[in-house]
């Protein structure tokens, strides 16, 4: 059975809604976000852990999808989110040494009031190292048993005011496995990895095969885009994403498994 005719049925969707615990349920991609005009099947092996093999698929044929949130987004409605069929967010928290997303906190306590699974991401700074940015991580995010595994956000940034640095792969690969190895002890959960593109083909092929990746690809499926080898179970495919509660654009993501593979992945970060 491939994922949209398992889509199809009625009883199929209500069953994942049903089994998604902290999810919201299924929701559906609007005309007014980007699509990626790629319409294929996808063979049901196909999801966390599993490479594709030359098929892709677009946002709406993944039925747990999610949203990603900043300061940017103002004050969020997050009952209107919940409602519009967000099952997931992941939510800034950190960035570097000493700063603190001025909604972080607001956000985690309105996400979890609403019934949204939340987890929070740092946003990493090549000036300095990865054990201070853990320890301030774990100064400011909340210990929750109920929230999604901590997300370590990799990127470059040029448009740093601060920190030009573009670090030697090795140099990189060392300072974000003293942040995972940190997180992970304090948290016990196993953080997932963030990236782009670029930051991915620079840095990251062949690295942290045992972890969870988010990857950006608004131009198209992640298989199109980045390494072969890269597996994969978040996708951030827009941009310019509308949904309740939320006033302007948001970055929209979907989950690549099934409710109880994102069961897992919730409860222990594996």
């Known amino acids: 059975m491939t994922w949209r005719s398992a889509l199809r049925g009625a009883g199929a969707a209500a069953a994942i809604a049903a089994g998604a615990g902290l999810l919201a349920g299924c929701s559906s991609i609007g005309g007014d976000v980007e699509r990626t005009a790629l319409i294929t099947e996808v063979d049901p092996s196909t999801g966390i852990g599993s490479a594709l093999t030359g098929r892709v698929t677009e946002p709406e044929d993944h039925p747990i999808h999610g949203i990603d949130v900043a300061k940017y987004q103002g004050t969020i409605d997050w009952s209107g989110v919940r409602a519009s069929g967000v099952s997931f ?9 000493d700063r603190v997303d001025d909604r972080f906190a607001e956000n985690w306590a309105n996400a979890r009031a609403a019934g949204v ?54 140099e990189v690969l060392r300072e974000m496995s003293v942040f995972l190895s940190m997180v992970e002890k304090h948290f016990g959960k196993r953080p997932a990895i963030y990236t782009s593109v670029d930051f991915h083909r620079d840095i990251l092929v062949g690295a942290f095969p045992g972890y969870h990746f988010w990857l950006r690809s608004v131009a198209g499926h992640p298989s199109l885009k980045y ?29 690549m498994g099934d409710a109880a593979s994102f069961r897992r992945f919730a409860a222990t970060g594996r």
């Not at 853990?134 to 940034?157: K, S």
């Not at 080898?229 to 996708?235: A, M």
Request: a positive charge; one cysteine or more; hydrophobic letters at 35%.
């Open 89 to 97: 967010a992941f939510i800034k928290a950190t960035e570097g040494g």
């Open 227 to 255: 390494h072969a080898s890269r597996r994969f179970s978040f996708w951030q495919h827009t941009a310019t994403g509308r949904i309740g509660g939320v006033t302007g654009n948001v970055d929209r993501n979907v989950y």
């Open 117 to 170: 699974a939340r987890g929070a991401y740092h946003f990493y700074y090549f000036c300095r190292t990865g054990a201070e940015q853990a320890r301030w991580f774990i100064e400011n995010v909340p210990n929750d048993p109920g929230a999604l595994p901590p997300v370590l956000d990799m990127e470059w940034n040029h448009l740093s005011p601060s920190c030009k640095r573009r670090p030697p792969r090795e």
